[in-house]
């Protein structure tokens, strides 16, 4: 199975600062077909995952664009252009390349 | 407005069975792929099953094969997993997700309690 290390596993931020999360990917996630499958989650306190980036690098329809992905073959970065209250709680990658389907462990972003 | 709404969880005896189901609604069902993801208390997330559009591929992730199964009523836009043989490791909330190729929409998920 594709192991996904994320980085760092806890984070604390300020409102308005600029932070980035790792995710390190044990094999390469570009798929024979040209895309590369690797997705960023949410999941905030008591709520379920929500999609806030597929595909490395394009956002979902209504996440505020302070998200960013980057990144290819098995490393990969997700960037918060100034953090906000709401962007509390804990962050996943994804891989849908290979199968099975894999998260990473989660990075927990804290609010100071 | 796409909704996946979980039920049938509960606490269940180890060994036993138990059936979960998931009713989807403001989406065309039966174009999409669907998932079940689970997670254990305080843990992260792990991929349980996927069925295609039609129901005539699935997948399991091998410590549910042979004991779990994923099925779909397209004509009434619901998504199941039946569960054998239920192991104490299963205990965690299901969630059901639509699977185009990521997981987009995740139902608010059901508990599952395995214990005697």
């Known amino acids: 199975d594709v192991v996904l290390t994320q980085t760092p596993p806890t984070l604390s931020a300020t409102i308005g600062q600029s932070v980035s999360i790792s995710c390190r990917s044990s094999?390469?996630?570009?798929?024979?077909?040209?895309?590369?499958?690797l997705n960023w989650l949410l999941q905030r306190p008591g709520q379920s995952p929500q999609l806030l980036i597929y595909?490395?690098?394009n956002l979902e329809s209504g996440v505020p664009n302070r998200f960013s992905g980057s990144g290819s073959e098995t490393d990969f970065t997700l960037k918060i252009s100034g953090v906000e209250a709401e962007d509390l709680g804990v962050y996943y990658c994804?891989?849908?390349?290979?199968?099975?389907?894999?998260f990473g462990s989660g990075t927990k972003l804290e609010i100071k | 407005e796409v909704q996946l709404v979980e039920s049938g969880g509960g606490l269940v005896q180890p060994g036993r069975s138990m059936k979960l189901s998931c009713a989807a609604s403001?989406?065309?069902?039966?174009?999409?792929?669907m998932a079940w993801v689970r997670q254990a208390p305080t843990k992260g997330l792990e991929w349980v099953a996927t069925?295609?559009?039609?129901?005539?591929?699935?997948y399991y992730r091998d410590s549910v094969k042979g004991r779990f199964t994923i099925s779909r009523d397209n004509a009434k836009s619901t998504l199941y997993l039946q569960m054998n043989s239920l192991r104490s490791e299963d205990t965690a909330t299901y969630y059901c997700?639509?699977?185009?190729?990521?997981?987009?929409?995740w139902g608010q998920g059901v508990m599952v309690t395995v214990s005697s």
């Open positions: 094999q390469s996630l570009l798929d024979s077909d040209g895309d590369t499958y």
């Open positions: 403001g989406f065309t069902f039966s174009n999409y792929g």
């Open positions: 997700t639509r699977e185009p190729g990521y997981l987009d929409y």
């Open positions: 994804m891989q849908a390349t290979h199968a099975p389907l894999t």
């Open positions: 595909s490395v690098s």
């Open positions: 069925i295609s559009y039609d129901g005539s591929s699935t």
